[in-house]
Structure formats: structure tokens, C-alpha cells
């Protein structure tokens, strides 16, 4: 009866040691994002001061209708493309921040370029030196530098950022 009851727990998840005692979960408090200021190969990053928020948002798997004659009932689909997608970030203006000003000499460079950007997350729990890090490459399709000005708020700057290719993540250690 025990080893058919600790089995019973074992699948739950609930035996000795597997118990949940609380979140894993990450804040972005502490979280950077930096412009690659080098080449792809040499990159010198140069963190973009004051970032209220980096929202992704986009990112999807393309599929192509695969329905045909011999389907027996329900449409099918085949996974053709990822789609990365975009971040839109959010920022506090400072007029002599290096990282702001590179964000907005890369938007006006004729013709539009690919930048490298890097954000990196706060060391989570068991992480020592860093936390996770992801870069991607993207053109900055939108540099709202003057986005939002009011009577009684600070000047904010908004930055439209297309992905192009791959996300890399970089586990923190």
C-alpha cells in the first residue's frame, strides 16, 4: 500500500523533495539593453540609459494550408517560416546618453542598417555571474525620439526594433 501510494505522489509531483514552495519567476528590475556600437564580429556595447520597458511581441510560426483531396475532415497545415518579430522599447529621453544616441544615428543612417542589440536579464536564482543574455539583429523600423511630451511628465522615447534572423540566448552562468 505505501510504494502504490508513494507512486501515486512520485507522478503528482508531490513525493519528497518535489514539492512547489514558491515562484521561479524573474523581474525585470535590473534587466539592460545595449547597442552594438562594433561590427557583428567585435561588438562593443554601449547600454541605452534609462529603459522603462522592452515589450516583444510577434513572434510566429508561418504555416501554408496542406489541405488536400485525401484530407478526411479537418483543414492541415505545415510550419513553414518563423517570423522573429519585434520589440518596442520605451525609454526616459536623455539628450547626452551615448546608448540613445546611438539607437538614434543607427535609425537615421541612409540606407536603413541592421544593428545588433543585447539584453541582458539580472543573475535569476543559481546564476553567479550573469544573468541570460539575448541578441538579436534588427532594423529599428520606429525612433519616436520626441514620443511623448507633456506639461507635467518627463519627454519619453520610443524605439521600434524589427527582428532579422535568429534570437540568440545566452544562458547566464
Request: proline share 3%; hydrophobic share 40%.
Amino acid at each position: 500500500m505505501h510504494i502504490v501510494l508513494f507512486l501515486l505522489l512520485a507522478i503528482l509531483g508531490l513525493a519528497a523533495g518535489m514539492a512547489y514552495t514558491s515562484t521561479q519567476m524573474q523581474a525585470g528590475l535590473g534587466t539592460t539593453l545595449a547597442i552594438n556600437t562594433g561590427t557583428p564580429s567585435t561588438p562593443t556595447w554601449v547600454t541605452i540609459g534609462e529603459v522603462k520597458s522592452i515589450k516583444q511581441s510577434g513572434r510566429v510560426t508561418k504555416t501554408d494550408d496542406a489541405t488536400n483531396l485525401q484530407t478526411t475532415g479537418d483543414e492541415e497545415f505545415i510550419g513553414v517560416i518563423r517570423t522573429p518579430g519585434k520589440y518596442d522599447v520605451s525609454v526616459n529621453r536623455i539628450t547626452t546618453d551615448t546608448g540613445q544616441a546611438a539607437v538614434l544615428s543607427a535609425f537615421n543612417s541612409v540606407p536603413p542598417v541592421t544593428v545588433q542589440f543585447k539584453a541582458t536579464l539580472l543573475k535569476a536564482a543559481g546564476q553567479v555571474t550573469t544573468g541570460d543574455a539575448y541578441v538579436f539583429s534588427c532594423i529599428i523600423e520606429e525612433c519616436d525620439d520626441l514620443e511623448t511630451i507633456e506639461p507635467t511628465k518627463g519627454i519619453q522615447s520610443k524605439y521600434g526594433l524589427k527582428v532579422s534572423g535568429t534570437i540568440v540566448k545566452t544562458s547566464g552562468s
